[in-house]
C-alpha cells in the first residue's frame, strides 16, 4: 500500500505541470485558425540561384502589408506591389539566396477592418545557374603584346566615355530634395514653418512623376525637422524605433502613440518596401502629419508678437 502512495506523490506533479501547457497548445492553435491563409497562383517547385522569383496570389478584400518578414534567411524580398489592373492581385518578387530546398515564409497583411492575412509557406528546390559551355574551344596562338595594347586603349576609352555620358545623364535627371526653409531664423513659430514645407511639397510635381519614395521622404524629414526644432532633440540621426522610443520619454509630446507608430509603419512600407500608395493613402498620410504637428505646436507665441510689433513700430518710424 505504501508503494502506490509513493507513485502517486511522485507522478501527481508531472499531471499537475502538464495541464496549462495544452492550455497554452490550444489558444495557439486557435490564434493561427483566425489567421486567413492565402494560397499562391503559381507555386513552382524548382528556381534558379540568383535569378529574380515572381509569386502572386490575390487578396478577398483590399489590405496593406504588415512589414515583416522582409528579411529572410534564404530569399530577399525585392518588391510587393499590387497588379495595375487588379489592386487584389499581388505580385510578390523574391531573389533566391541559397542552393538547397529552402522556405519562403509566410508573408502577413491586415485589412482595414483589422483582419489578419497571411500566405502560405513555399517550399522551393534552388538550383546551380547551368552553364552554356558545352565543350572545350579551339583559339588560335597567342598575339604578341604590342599588337594587343593599342585596342585595349582604344576600348577602355571607349567605355570610360560611355560611363561619363551615363553617369552625367542619371546626376541630371535624379531628382533633388526640395528647398525647404531652415528653423535657425526662428521668425515665425514653428508649427506654421512645418505647415508650409508640407504645402510646398504638395505643389510639387514629384508625385506626378512617381517618386512616391522620395515624396514619402520629405514627409518624414519634415517632420523630424519640426520635431526636432520643437523638443531639442536631433530626430533625423534616428532610426524609426529610435524615434518612437525617445518620444515616449518626452513629457510634452501630444499624440496617440498607437497612431503615430502605424504612421511610421506606412512611411515605411514606401520608402524600403518600395509599395506604391494610392491617392487617398497619400492624403491620409499628409492629414496624420499635419495633427501631429497641430497638437504638438507651441503654446507660448508671445515672443513672435514682441517681434511682429518690433517690426510694425519700426515702419512707423521710418515712415
Known amino acids: 500500500m505504501r508503494k502506490y502512495f509513493i507513485l502517486v506523490f511522485l507522478f501527481f506533479p508531472l499531471f499537475a505541470f502538464s495541464q496549462p501547457q ?16 492565402l494560397e499562391y497562383n503559381n507555386k513552382p517547385q524548382k528556381a534558379t540561384f540568383g535569378t529574380p522569383l ?21 530569399f530577399e524580398i525585392l518588391s510587393i506591389v499590387p497588379n495595375k489592373q487588379n489592386p487584389f492581385l499581388i505580385e510578390a518578387t523574391v531573389l533566391p539566396l541559397n542552393l538547397q530546398i529552402s522556405t519562403l515564409t509566410a508573408l502577413g497583411f491586415i485589412t482595414p477592418g483589422g483582419e489578419k492575412l497571411k500566405t502560405e509557406n513555399l517550399e522551393i528546390d534552388i538550383e546551380e545557374i547551368s552553364s552554356k559551355i558545352t565543350s572545350l574551344i579551339d ?17 577602355l576609352f571607349i567605355g570610360l566615355l560611355i560611363y561619363a555620358f551615363i553617369y552625367f545623364k542619371k546626376r541630371k535627371s535624379k531628382p533633388q530634395p526640395l528647398n525647404l526653409s531652415p528653423y535657425q531664423k526662428q521668425e515665425r513659430p514653428m508649427h506654421e514653418i512645418a505647415l508650409s514645407q508640407l504645402d510646398i511639397l504638395t505643389q510639387s510635381d514629384l508625385w506626378e512623376k512617381n517618386q512616391y519614395k522620395l515624396y514619402y521622404s520629405e514627409i518624414s524629414d519634415i517632420l523630424r525637422q519640426f520635431l526636432s526644432a520643437r523638443f531639442n532633440f536631433e530626430a533625423q540621426k534616428m532610426t524609426a524605433r529610435e524615434l518612437f522610443k ?65 517690426k510694425g513700430g519700426g515702419n512707423e518710424k521710418h515712415n
Open 139 to 155: 583559339i588560335r596562338g597567342p598575339y604578341r603584346p604590342f599588337n594587343i595594347w593599342p585596342f585595349i586603349f582604344i576600348v
Open 22 to 37: 495544452n492550455i497554452d497548445a490550444d489558444d495557439s492553435v486557435q490564434q493561427e485558425e483566425n489567421i486567413k491563409v
Open 246 to 310: 525617445k518620444l515616449k520619454t518626452v513629457k510634452d509630446f501630444k499624440f496617440d502613440f498607437n497612431v503615430f507608430h502605424k504612421f511610421q509603419q506606412e512611411l515605411g512600407l514606401v520608402k524600403f518596401a518600395r509599395v506604391v500608395p494610392s491617392v487617398e493613402e497619400r492624403d491620409k498620410t499628409l492629414l496624420t502629419a499635419k495633427a501631429i504637428i497641430l497638437e504638438n505646436k507651441e503654446t507660448d507665441l508671445s515672443r513672435y508678437q514682441a517681434k511682429d510689433n518690433l
Open 54 to 74: 515572381k509569386l502572386t496570389f490575390t487578396l478577398p478584400d483590399t489590405a496593406a502589408f504588415d512589414g515583416e518578414n522582409t528579411s529572410q534567411k534564404d
